[in-house]
């Protein structure tokens, strides 16, 4: 005897063997097995092993999708919330100063009215108490009494009389309920004054270095304004007196150059004013070190994967210049560099800036448009300064990572030009510089330095052809226009 069975869109012929009972026995093969089971479970299709393993793959690239789109979708959340904190923080700045005004006047006038009423409430009292009533205590001696005296009660002679004027020096006690213009009896003003504090701490933003309140630089030049001596080969120079606000020396000051890895000042700055926590962590990625290798960026030395601080990326991006370190802020910060630029140019809106400086990237890659003048870095320079945690970046001589898996001793950084320039005589200390260089603007530095004289002084040069001259350049203008 012969059935079928339907496997799918086919049909297959199979004999029966009876037992010696007569009864049917259906001897099945592994394979018809799992015909059945699939016509059961998977409409006849037989789901194979590298269907599964697909599905997995497919499966698996979409979750990498979606968790990679919600990471980016935190980090704009971040960035929004961090920008409207900041706006709220800049009001609140704005507002301080005519609410300390209104709250003094506040409090004059509140002190005025609660001797007004003391007064009055006092004569109140000394009538009730000529009428027999006791709703306050006169006693001499106790310790939360307010002594008045003759002088300053001001009692009309002719509304109190002789005795009252003796009872008048006696201290009175009142009762801790009264509440006064506000204010009560036993509760100081600088209470309240500590819980309105309290609650503003709350509110307040606190970035890396927090907000500067030093004015921007803004220097000028007149006919006194020399050139560099002879022995400067940088085409491109500017020296400036921050304190007073003028240009000793100058020379192509206000030409364009690429600005090189002088960006990356403006880089840390833009950093830190976002970021709060130095201490969090960050992951560089294959597309981080992919960038900085194709681009032929300086290296801090970070490895794909490695887990390293905020604060080893700010350093990372500043005594080596590495461009993995300065790529990673900029995506920790704003969640790509496209998004972090914005955020630097309009900086250099800030700074008045925008008209003769524009950046495209954090790096200092050049580009046509990526563009600035080394008057312009000065004035970055000084407003980096004024952030106390970038001046810390910016004049460190030597740093040392945290330790991670790749680099269990940390890596050792060094800003070589603070180091070779240390024991140059420059008439004074330089306390912090960042150098630069591609093709088409030589070898570049910024400083900042103070004189024998006590003053603030920023170098700027680009065009050298030499990492040495552009070093020996600097020493030369500090000789030049220091005082020995």
Same mark, same amino acid.
């Given at each position: 005897?012969?059935?079928?069975?339907?496997?799918?869109?086919?049909?297959?012929?199979?004999?029966?063997?009876?037992?010696?009972?007569?009864?049917?026995?259906?001897?099945?093969?592994?394979?018809?097995?799992?015909?059945?089971?699939?016509?059961?479970?998977?409409?006849?299709?037989?789901?194979?092993?590298?269907?599964?393993?697909?599905?997995?793959?497919?499966?698996?690239?979409?979750?990498?999708?979606?968790?990679?789109k919600?990471?980016?979708?935190?980090?704009?959340?971040?960035?929004?919330?961090?920008?409207?904190?900041?706006?709220?923080?800049?009001?609140?700045r704005?507002?301080?100063?005519?609410?300390?005004?209104?709250? #003094?006047?506040?409090?004059?006038?509140?002190?005025?009215?609660?001797?007004?009423?003391?007064?009055?409430?006092?004569?109140?009292?000394?009538?009730?108490?000529?009428?027999?009533?006791?709703?306050?205590?006169?006693?001499?001696?106790s310790?939360?009494?307010?002594d008045?005296?003759?002088?300053?009660?001001?009692?009309?002679?002719?509304?109190?009389?002789?005795?009252?004027?003796?009872?008048?020096?006696?201290?009175?006690?009142?009762?801790?309920?009264?509440?006064?213009?506000?204010?009560?009896?036993?509760?100081?003003?600088?209470?309240?004054?500590?819980?309105?504090?309290?609650l503003?701490?709350?509110?307040?933003?606190?970035?890396?270095?927090?907000?500067?309140?030093?004015?921007?630089?803004?220097?000028?030049?007149?006919?006194?304004?020399?050139?560099?001596?002879?022995? #400067?080969?940088?085409?491109?120079?500017?020296?400036?007196?921050?304190?007073?606000?003028?240009?000793?020396?100058?020379?192509?000051?206000?030409?364009?150059?690429?600005?090189?890895?002088?960006?990356?000042?403006?880089?840390?700055?833009?950093?830190?004013?976002?970021?709060?926590?130095?201490?969090?962590?960050?992951?560089?990625?294959q597309?981080?070190?992919?960038?900085?290798?194709?681009?032929?960026?300086?290296?801090?030395?970070?490895?794909?994967?490695?887990t390293?601080?905020?604060?080893?990326?700010?350093?990372?991006? #500043?005594?080596?210049?590495?461009?993995?370190?300065?790529?990673?802020?900029?995506?920790?910060?704003?969640?790509?560099?496209?998004?972090?630029?914005?955020?630097?140019?309009e900086?250099?809106?800030?700074?008045?800036?925008?008209?003769?400086?524009?950046?495209?990237?954090?790096?200092?890659?050049?580009?046509?448009?990526?563009?600035?003048?080394?008057?312009?870095?000065?004035?970055?320079?000084?407003?980096?300064?004024?952030?106390?945690?970038?001046?810390?970046?910016?004049?460190?001589?030597?740093?040392?990572?945290?330790?991670?898996?790749?680099?269990?001793?940390?890596?050792?950084?060094?800003?070589l030009?603070?180091?070779?320039?240390?024991?140059?005589?420059?008439?004074?200390?330089?306390?912090?510089?960042?150098?630069?260089?591609?093709?088409?603007?030589?070898?570049?530095?910024?400083?900042?330095?103070?004189?024998?004289?006590?003053?603030?002084?920023?170098?700027?040069?680009?065009?050298?052809?030499d990492?040495?001259?552009?070093i020996?350049?600097?020493?030369?203008?500090?000789?030049?226009?220091?005082?020995?």
């Amino acid at each position: 005897m012969s059935s079928k069975y339907n496997n799918g869109d086919q049909y297959i012929d199979r004999s029966e063997t009876r037992d010696k009972n007569g009864g049917a026995t259906v001897q099945l093969s592994a394979e018809e097995i799992a015909a059945v089971l699939a016509e059961t479970y998977f409409g006849g299709r037989v789901v194979s092993g590298t269907e599964n393993e697909d599905n997995m793959d497919s499966s698996s690239d979409e979750e990498k999708e979606k968790a990679e789109k919600e990471r980016e979708a935190r980090r704009r959340q971040r960035l929004q919330e961090m920008r409207r904190r900041k706006k709220q923080q800049d009001q609140m700045r704005r507002l301080m100063l005519p609410c300390a005004v209104v709250f #003094v006047v506040c409090v004059i006038l509140a002190v005025f009215g609660i001797n007004r009423l003391v007064r009055r409430h006092r004569i109140q009292q000394i009538a009730q108490r000529n009428e027999g009533t006791n709703e306050i205590t006169l006693n001499e001696d106790s310790s939360s009494s307010i002594d008045i005296d003759e002088s300053s009660s001001n009692i009309d002679n002719a509304d109190i009389g002789s005795s009252d004027k003796d009872n008048a020096n006696k201290d009175i006690t009142y009762a801790s309920s009264l509440n006064i213009a506000g204010c009560y009896i036993d509760r100081t003003i600088a209470d309240s004054i500590a819980e309105e504090l309290a609650l503003a701490e709350t509110l307040v933003v606190r970035t890396l270095g927090g907000k500067s309140r030093e004015p921007l630089l803004a220097a000028s030049a007149d006919d006194a304004t020399a050139l560099p001596d002879s022995e #400067v080969v940088s085409e491109n120079v500017v020296f400036i007196d921050v304190e007073a606000g003028y240009i000793l020396g100058q020379r192509g000051a206000r030409i364009r150059i690429p600005p090189a890895s002088m960006t990356k000042i403006l880089t840390v700055l833009v950093a830190a004013e976002h970021i709060t926590d130095a201490d969090d962590t960050f992951e560089i990625t294959q597309d981080i070190i992919n960038y900085s290798f194709v681009n032929r960026c300086s290296s801090a030395g970070f490895e794909v994967g490695e887990t390293v601080t905020v604060r080893d990326l700010f350093y990372g991006t #500043v005594l080596p210049s590495g461009g993995e370190a300065a790529l990673g802020l900029a995506v920790y910060v704003a969640g790509s560099q496209e998004a972090f630029v914005e955020l630097m140019n309009e900086k250099l809106e800030e700074l008045g800036l925008s008209e003769t400086t524009h950046f495209t990237n954090c790096i200092g890659i050049y580009d046509e448009n990526h563009y600035s003048t080394v008057y312009d870095i000065a004035v970055i320079l000084k407003a980096a300064y004024d952030n106390s945690f970038c001046r810390e970046v910016l004049g460190v001589r030597t740093y040392t990572t945290s330790v991670t898996e790749q680099h269990p001793e940390g890596i050792d950084l060094s800003n070589l030009f603070l180091r070779r320039i240390e024991d140059k005589d420059t008439h004074g200390e330089v306390l912090c510089a960042k150098t630069g260089y591609v093709d088409q603007s030589g070898n570049c530095a910024a400083s900042l330095g103070i004189g024998n004289d006590g003053k603030i002084y920023i170098c700027v040069t680009a065009h050298s052809n030499d990492p040495w001259r552009c070093i020996y350049d600097h020493v030369a203008l500090y000789q030049q226009f220091l005082p020995n």
